[in-house]
T-cell receptor, first 116, second 111 residues
């Protein structure tokens, strides 16, 4: 089975621009979560989608948004980029039929976003 | 709220040494606990998990036991290899697919 894929792997943007990152989950997985990883803050949860609905959201400003399509692929968008948005953005998928608490998440390689 | 505390690194060991990375957590209810590993330039890989008290997760020689009484999930390996050099993250499931991570512990193993 193919793993979680993320595109692009690297991205350089300028302050004020917007960016869209894409994530394709493992086949059969319906839950997709997004995390931001920075040296200072570590790994922080952004949001989670299940069957095209946002089920949970972390503590990030409204500039960060996402969506999920009917094939479970997900995108996240960051508008009005700031220097502090430079980070590794990780996507994870999970086979999560309901709100179970014991299933594991499988991560993609991440998208490295640099804002200049 | 939920939180995970890991020992700060880096942890520097010689090959074949014994490894312990401490992890404690604060959570409501009975979360599932995980260890993930991140190699340079890569995403996170699930190393092992435990879903209830006294469960022992194990994989590739690594082990961790879910201790509810001490709210801990320490990672251990009897004999580390150079290839184990990576950053290790302890995490708990906070509901749905939300993971709360510790800050990560870098492990450096020298030959």
């Amino acid at each position: 089975k193919a793993g979680v894929t993320q595109t692009p792997r690297y991205l350089i943007k300028t302050r004020g621009q917007q960016v869209t990152l894409s994530c394709s989950p493992i086949s059969g997985h319906r839950s997709v979560s997004w995390y931001q990883q920075t040296p200072g803050q570590g790994l922080q949860f952004l949001f989670e989608y299940f069957s095209e609905t946002q089920r949970n959201k972390g503590n990030f400003p409204g500039r960060f948004s996402g969506r999920q399509f009917s094939n479970s692929r997900s995108e996240m968008n960051v508008s009005t980029l700031e220097l502090g948005d430079s980070a590794l953005y990780l996507c994870a998928s999970s086979f999560a039929p309901q709100a179970e608490s014991s299933y594991e998440q499988y991560f993609g390689p991440g998208t490295r976003l640099t804002v200049t | 709220g939920n939180s995970v505390t890991q020992m700060e690194g880096p942890v520097t060991l010689s090959e074949e040494a014994f490894l312990t990375i401490n992890c404690t957590y604060t959570a409501t209810g009975y979360p599932s606990l995980f260890w993930y590993v991140q190699y340079p330039g890569e995403g996170l890989q699930l190393l092992l998990k435990a879903t209830k008290a006294d469960d022992k997760g194990s994989n590739k020689g690594f082990e961790a036991t879910y201790r509810k009484e001490t709210t801990s999930f320490h990672l251990e390996k009897g004999s580390v290899q150079v290839s184990d050099s990576a950053v290790y993250f302890c995490a708990l499931n906070s509901g749905y697919s939300t993971l709360t991570f510790g800050k990560g512990t870098m492990l450096l193993v020298s030959p």
